[in-house]
């Protein structure tokens, strides 16, 4: 299968190019919350859909992330970035580090929301049951979506979150989808590389949890970085929005700050459960020791 440009969103002027890839849920509109506060001055955002849902709803594929990342850079070329950084939520951060494993040279700078590892994700046969039904069944895809966000949430925003991705996606790509993002272990190709590379999770989230990230993001990337949000699940876009950019934001931004040797800050942030914006810089505990097998289970 061709790559293709795929259907986005430019926004943004700024000299720092940004590619964001959303997740399994939702197409690019999953990004809506946080568009309209982002820094346009200093970077330049294109938020895409990938095949399967949005605009690329009826656009045919294998529907795996080794596709999507093939698509990511096609739209790259598209746009004339030679290099840029990449944001990925959940589904989209796999896709977003395969992006890595093939063009290292063209990222500047890697973020996962909620990211899938490069290891994928091993469910235990009943979560696999229910994960697998989602393509077909509302009620599977509210279950979902109510146990990663700690069961806390609206039932009218947990109802227009499964209307959403009713409506944004296409059932047979929606199923095809999880074969890769959970299936697929690509963690080999990444691993060691020396790129700043921030995990963004929710403490809210089960799932793809920070002892997770701890286990396999921490592992794969020796600069990498890990910010747990403490009042946001697995839909930091929906839940904390300013939060979220702000620490992304910041990240983003802090490429100039490490020394040419490649020394920096690498270890994890915890925003106190009280502060509302998740700022908190970028000097938090160095606490690396909670690394474990890394098989992906979450």
């Not at 395969?98 to 063009?103: D, E, G, I, P, T």
């Not at 009042?231 to 490429?255: C, S």
């Not at 509302?276 to 938090?284: K, L, Q």
Request: proline residues 6%; negative net charge.
């Amino acid at each position: 299968m061709n790559p293709f440009p795929l259907p986005h969103t430019l926004l943004g002027e700024g000299p720092h190019k940004v590619l964001a890839v959303h997740g399994w849920f939702a197409d690019r509109s999953a990004y809506e919350p946080v568009l309209a506060d982002l820094d346009t001055a200093s970077f330049t955002y294109a938020v895409v859909d990938l095949r399967g849902y949005g605009e690329a709803k009826d656009t045919a594929g294998a529907y795996t992330t080794g596709e999507g990342a093939a698509d990511v850079l096609d739209l790259a070329d598209h746009l004339g970035w030679e290099r840029f950084s990449l944001i990925g939520h959940s589904m989209g951060g796999s896709v977003a580090q395969r992006v890595l494993a093939v063009a290292p040279h063209r990222v500047r700078r890697l973020v996962g929301v909620s990211p899938v590892p490069a290891s994928g994700l091993q469910l235990p046969p009943e979560q696999w049951d229910l994960f697998a039904s989602a393509a077909q069944n509302p009620e599977s895809r509210r279950t979902i979506i109510d146990f990663t966000t700690g069961g806390v949430r609206p039932r009218a925003w947990l109802d227009r979150m499964v209307r959403r991705s009713l409506a944004v996606s296409d059932a047979k790509a929606f199923r095809a989808w999880l074969d890769s993002w959970a299936g697929d272990d690509f963690h080999t190709e990444v691993e060691g590389s020396p790129l700043a590379a921030l995990a963004v999770t929710g403490a809210l989230d089960p799932a793809l949890s920070a002892d997770l990230m701890r286990r396999t993001w921490l592992r794969s990337y020796p600069q990498g970085e890990l910010a747990e949000l403490p009042g946001a699940g697995h839909y930091a876009m929906d839940e904390v929005p300013l939060a979220l950019i702000r620490t992304v934001e910041d990240f983003l931004r802090a490429e100039g700050d490490a020394s040419e040797d490649g020394e920096g800050f690498t270890g994890e942030t915890d925003f106190p459960a009280g502060d509302g914006t998740g700022a908190g810089g970028r000097d938090g505990d160095r606490n690396r020791d909670g690394a474990g097998d890394g098989d992906g289970a979450a």
